[in-house]
């Protein structure tokens, strides 16, 4: 109830009552954090302490006592930032967009929206939506792949969840946020189409999910710094969207401006009152700042507090950190989990393998992902080898590091198996904290993170590790741990199997272990593809300060230039097979349908992710060769087939006509495909006509 937009606007009358009662001052009082410019150094020592870190409390924000509750601010999206040691933290936001289950990512919008609540939160800010332009981006991790429509439909999700538990849904960055160590100084630019069809329909989605708050990006779009920007804020997002929520600043360099953020359509400046508070009051009196602007922010902030703070549920400390939390974590990591290459090395047989080799630095290290704003604290994470040692306590582990080439290539002469586990960390990709950008604030965490270089492959003594150790042992896997694509050609040849399991939670090493030894049979797709050559992709100046996005990246682009991936977009294996037969496609005035049947052709269970997309080989206008426009999950036991439908609005097929300003579906025949991934050995066609 609380979620629905109809809801909330029935309170605006009501809303506006209280806003009529409050003084200028208090108006903006509403609009600002309740940490003070002041205070900031203060802020930023406590960050150096062993017993505390960002977000270790909610950030309050604005409130009247005795007339409106403060907004009280959890950050996301792994879990709620709170806390030391208490909090459930799940796989990244790329992990789960790997399970292609938005059923899965709507339950842990129930779990997270519980947990803010036991911290005293009602503001969940952990939906983080951009699109990565270049898989390279250091934040990419937080987001569930490459694809605008997946985005849409597994953050929509998440809005969902995390509302039905009377938490506000902070959608974020908006908007083309896919820089990270520019992110302060970097203008982005792109045609309209690119913009309305590519970087912002998933944020639309998540708004007609019923989403109460967007965050606005550092950086800057057309030379407008984007917290200040009208036409994203205004025009675009409140006006045509007719978004009812309120919109908050990213963090300390969000606006840089009162006058222009006031009159861009920024409602609330977060987490430290800077550019609001008194220089808004006296913007407001000397003539720069209508009243009314504030009283339309003060408006969509009480009308918002009020219909998610009042009677709302409740939750103690209890289910923080829950069996109940923990187990839906290690579900996500399960169904996360992508499988790309197996040649008859996976699954290993508990009884057959007596010794196991497993090399790699990240095997013995607990790698949940960036230590940024996203990082959480949960009362433990199990490495990869504490996973194979709880599920297979039978077999003999032989552990090197492979720092010692030599001692490696043992291990693995005398194993039945070799395990090689290797990809990034914290150190590698992530948000971008430096002295320069936070001060004293480097005393706590130094420059870490960022976006990735110099490329997208693994470090170069991990490829060697590989490269030399994978020959000597025929039954050799690998497993990469990372936020977004690594390239393989250079060794992927050296070894019989890979998965990649992304930064896969607390529970991560037990659900690497499970579907090593085939406890679990991995369903995870990936969502991005796997290029043969990191220069098939967009290139991006990671320190520019001007970039330029395209129209395609990532499998669209490839499509598009005719270029085959290593990996395509939506493929995963499984250790069974399926079949996909009697594909067919209708349309009517809203919906696109496709239906096929799929068998389990093998012989263990399993669960395949059915894919449709939809191709514009008849445009008037330059479109991609095709693009997903719907996907679900089906379990099939061995030999049991079953009918399979997808269903589309027809308005998902529409393009961005710039001359008429409006999204337009063109009336002619589209060509429909569905099966297992984007590549045309996996898909069945036929066409529909609109």
């Known amino acids: 109830m609380r979620a629905t937009k109809e809801y909330r606007l029935s309170l605006t009358e009501e809303a506006r009552k209280i806003v009529d009662g409050l003084s200028l001052e208090e108006k903006v009082n509403l609009m600002g954090a309740n940490i003070y410019l002041s205070q900031m150094q203060e802020v930023l020592d406590s960050l150096s302490s062993e017993n505390t870190h960002y977000n270790m409390t909610p950030y309050p924000a604005g409130g009247i006592e005795g007339v409106i509750p403060p907004m009280q601010f959890c950050d996301g999206p792994r879990g709620v930032v709170c806390g030391i040691g208490q909090t459930t933290c799940f796989p990244v936001s790329m992990a789960r967009g790997a399970s292609f289950d938005p059923e899965l990512e ?5 779990a997270i929206g519980k947990e803010t609540r036991a911290f005293g939160g009602n503001l969940f800010a952990g939906v983080c939506i951009n699109l990565p332009y270049n898989p390279g981006w250091g934040r990419s991790q937080e987001t569930y792949g490459e694809e605008s429509f997946a985005i849409g439909q597994m953050g929509a999700a998440l809005v969902r969840g995390v509302q039905d538990e009377d938490v506000m849904a902070c959608v974020k960055h908006f908007a083309f946020n896919q820089m990270e160590n520019a992110r302060f100084k970097v203008s982005v630019y792109a045609d309209k189409r690119t913009e309305r069809e590519v970087f912002l329909p998933h944020f639309k989605d998540c708004i007609d999910a019923g989403a109460a708050s967007i965050m606005s990006s550092y950086n800057l779009y057309n030379q407008v710094q984007c917290g200040h920007n009208k036409y994203l804020l205004s025009t675009i997002l409140k006006g045509e969207w007719d978004f009812d929520g309120f919109v908050m600043s990213d963090f300390i360099y ?19 009152t800077q550019y609001f508070g008194d220089k808004l009051v006296k913007a407001v009196q000397d003539g720069f700042v209508p009243e009314s602007k504030v009283d339309e922010a003060a408006l969509r902030i009480v009308r918002t507090i009020l ?15 829950c069996a109940e939390h923990i187990a839906l974590a290690k579900r996500a990591a399960e169904e996360s989990i992508t499988l ?31 230590h940024g704003s996203s990082c959480v604290y ?36 005398e194993a039945d198996a070799v395990l090689f586990v290797v990809g990034y960390n914290f150190d590698d990709e992530g948000e971008y904290i430096s002295g320069d950008d936070f001060g004293s604030m480097s005393g706590a965490a130094e420059s870490v993170g960022g976006d990735r270089k ?19 042992n025929k039954k050799s896997a690998v497993v990469m741990i990372g936020g977004n694509t690594i390239t393989m050609k250079e060794w992927q040849d050296c070894v019989g199997a890979a998965l990649m399991a992304y930064y896969p939670g607390q529970e991560g090493g037990t659900a690497i272990a499970e579907i090593l030894f085939g406890d679990v049979n991995p369903s995870g797709k990936l969502p991005y593809v796997v290029p043969v050559d990191e220069k098939d992709l967009p290139q991006v100046d990671w320190e520019a300060t001007e970039q330029y996005y395209g129209y395609y990246h990532g499998y669209t682009k490839l499509e598009k230039e005719g270029i085959a991936p290593l990996y395509p977009y939506g493929h995963g294996l499984s250790y069974t097979t399926f079949e996909v037969s009697d594909a067919s496609f209708a349309a009517d005035t809203e919906t696109v349908t496709a239906v096929c049947n799929v068998k389990n052709t093998g012989a263990v269970a399993g669960t395949e992710v059915v894919q449709m997309y939809v191709g514009f080989g008849n445009s008037k206008v330059d479109r991609p060769v095709k693009i997903l426009r719907g996907f679900t999950r089906v379990e099939l036991q061995p030999g049991e087939e079953k009918e399979v439908t997808i269903t589309c609005p027809v308005e998902k097929l529409a393009y961005y006509n710039a001359y008429t300003r409006q999204m337009e579906v063109e009336a ?3 060509e429909m495909y569905i099966g297992t991934s984007s590549a045309d050995k996996d898909l069945l066609k036929g066409s529909i006509r609109l």
């Open 254 to 272: 969000g606006i840089k401006d009162t006058v222009e953020a006031a009159n861009g359509g920024q409602d609330m400046e977060m987490c430290i």
């Open 378 to 413: 949960p009362k433990y994470v199990v490495t990869p080898l504490q996973g194979i040692a709880a599920v297979a306590p039978e077999v003999q582990v032989i552990y090197e590091d492979g720092s010692d080439l030599e001692a490696a290539k043992k291990a693995a002469a």
């Open 307 to 321: 219909a998610f703070d009042r009677g709302h549920k409740e939750y103690d400390m209890s289910v923080v950190g």
């Open 668 to 670: 002619m025949e589209y």
């Open 340 to 370: 790309i290459k197996n040649d008859d090395v996976l699954p290993l047989d508990k009884h057959g393998i007596k010794k196991l080799a497993v090399l790699g630095k990240l095997a013995d290290y607990e790698n949940i992902g960036d």
């Open 454 to 472: 110099p490329g997208l492959g693994l470090h170069r003594d991990e490829e060697e590790l590989i490269q030399q150790v994978g020959p000597v």
């Open 106 to 110: 709507e339950a842990i919008g129930h």
